[in-house]
């Protein structure tokens, strides 16, 4: 199973800032016959399930708001909030999709500073 | 817009079969390259795929599981099934249905259901 490492666990960002989430596979999840990276973010607020944000690693989902940007390829990706709002209070994940079965990373916790 | 709600008991006794139904609204199992999978949560295992069905009938489980898996739809009813046999307390979880696209990204959840395994 690929293995996905999340950092920081959790981060304290002021509203208007911008907060990065790292995540790191245990191995590439690239595609080389299709240039894809088979990697998704999702954020789950408490009492809910995970919602999905972001796809193919840089993608995002129809009606996320365009201050949630994926970026990274092979084996190291983030997740970048740009300007942190109060409603963005969530554990977000990651997760690939490169080899069955399909795993996520431990999640990372962001709160307001 | 595609719903799902997960169903069944909230309690399972150590050693018996767990038993989940997803009811499917706004969209057909039966149709389209969807798989139609089992996730669970767990503070000590995280997000965990369980497995899934697909409507062309074939299903495959998180080998972590080993053979205590099956799954299986019910498409008059629009609805798919999990069960999990000879659970442990380790199994306690919140179960979730989820909808993911042919290459397994999850678009759709359903509100996940808490399975507690206790005596």
């Known amino acids: 199973d690929i293995v996905l490492t999340q950092s920081p666990d959790s981060l304290a960002v002021s509203l208007g800032e911008r907060a990065t989430i790292s995540c790191k596979s245990g191995?590439?999840?690239?595609?080389?016959?299709?240039?894809?990276?088979?990697l998704a973010w999702y954020q789950q607020k408490p009492g809910q399930p995970p919602k999905l944000l972001i796809y193919w690693a840089s993608s995002r989902e129809s009606g996320v708001p365009d201050r949630f940007s994926g970026s990274g390829s092979g084996t190291d990706f983030s997740l970048t909030i740009r300007s942190l709002q109060a409603e963005d209070v969530a554990v977000y994940y990651c997760q690939q999709y490169y080899s069955t079965p399909p795993t996520f990373g431990g999640g990372t916790k962001v709160e307001i500073k | 817009q595609v719903q799902l709600q997960e169903s069944g008991p909230g309690l399972v006794k150590p050693s018996q079969t767990l038993s989940l139904t997803c009811t499917v609204s706004g969209g057909s199992i039966s149709s389209g390259d969807y798989y139609w999978s089992w996730i669970r949560q767990s503070p000590g295992r995280g997000l965990e795929w369980i497995g899934y069905i697909h409507n062309t009938g074939s299903t495959y489980h998180n080998p972590s599981l080993k053979s205590r898996v099956t799954m299986s739809p019910d498409t008059s009813q629009n609805q798919f099934s999990l069960k999990l046999t000879s659970v442990t307390a380790a199994d306690t979880a919140v179960y979730f249905c989820?909808?993911?696209?042919?290459?397994?990204?999850?678009?759709?959840w359903g509100q996940g259901t808490l399975v507690t395994v206790s005596s």
């Open positions: 989820a909808r993911a696209q042919h290459d397994f990204y999850f678009d759709f």
């Open positions: 191995q590439s999840v690239l595609d080389g016959s299709n240039n894809k990276n088979y």
